[in-house]
């Protein structure tokens, strides 16, 4: 069993900041890559940024120079610190791992459960 849990959304005005962390806990043997989607109301999710196990980082065009995802690998958590938000970056942010468990050995896609990022003045 693999848990992840994401917290740090809000209500922000435009040009605001937020830091969303993720934190993974359980069965964990390794982590191969972390990495934030968004869905906004009426979108289908699409990914924002990303982090793999050799630190390389890949963003969203829409993210770029606003974004920047980060990890702490001794704590199991990625962050996203999001700046000079827009309403348009409005949405429920997920994170998502790419973990081995210990009893498996095998690669799987785990999902936190979202938490709701609001910009609006």
């Known amino acids: 069993q693999v848990q992840l849990v994401e917290s740090g959304g809000g209500l922000v005005q435009p040009g605001g900041s937020l830091k969303l962390p993720c934190a993974a806990s359980?069965?964990?043997?390794?982590?191969?890559?972390m990495a934030w989607y968004r869905q906004a109301p009426g979108k289908q999710r699409e990914l924002v940024a990303a982090?793999?196990?050799?630190?390389?980082?890949n963003y969203a065009d829409s993210a770029k120079g606003r974004f920047t995802i980060s990890r702490d690998t001794a704590k199991n958590t990625v962050y996203l610190q999001m700046n000079s938000l827009k309403p348009e970056d409005t949405a429920v942010y997920y994170c998502?791992?790419?973990?081995?468990?210990?009893?498996?050995?095998?690669?799987?896609?785990?999902w936190g459960r979202g938490t709701q990022v609001t910009v609006s003045s």
């Open positions: 998502k791992f790419v973990i081995a468990t210990t009893r498996t050995r095998i690669r799987s896609d785990y």
């Open positions: 359980g069965d964990i043997d390794s982590i191969y890559a």
């Open positions: 982090i793999i196990s050799g630190g390389s980082t």
